[in-house]
């Protein structure tokens, strides 16, 4: 049953069923400033930790002009790359003699 409680700022009544929407809207809006809030400082570490990175690299360039791009020595880079290669691609021995199976053979006569 809806009962009337108290008024509003016009002089209406105000049903007791709609008491707890001016806590809920507040809480609303402290729910919505805090995600805010959240966004902002996320936003502000990333543009932070991109921006720190970028001025520590021109730094160290500035402070140091040997740490400049080399040439690479593509010789270099071919003669690794083919033994890399053949490393990976090296055939495998075969085992011949099963390691497990001469556990089982007849004794050597000169252990005994």
């Known amino acids: 049953?809806?009962?009337l409680s108290r008024k509003n700022n016009d002089g209406q009544p105000i049903l007791s069923e709609y008491k707890q929407y001016a806590g809920l809207r507040l809480l609303s809006f402290f729910i919505i400033?805090?995600?805010?809030?959240?966004?902002?400082?996320g936003l502000y570490a990333i543009y932070n930790n991109i921006y720190t990175t970028i001025t520590r690299a021109e730094v160290s360039l500035i402070a140091d002009p040997t740490?400049?791009?080399?040439?690479?020595?593509?010789e270099k880079y071919d003669k690794v790359?083919?033994?890399w290669d053949e490393r990976?691609?090296?055939?495998?021995?075969?085992?011949k003699k099963d390691p497990f199976s001469v556990a089982t053979s007849t004794p050597n006569p000169e252990l005994r």
């Not at 990976?88 to 085992?95: G, Q, R």
């Open 1 to 3: 049953m809806l009962t």
């Open 81 to 83: 790359k083919q033994a």
């Open 88 to 95: 990976l691609n090296a055939k495998t021995v075969e085992i």
């Open 67 to 74: 740490l400049s791009q080399e040439a690479i020595d593509f």
């Open 33 to 41: 400033g805090i995600a805010i809030i959240g966004i902002g400082i």
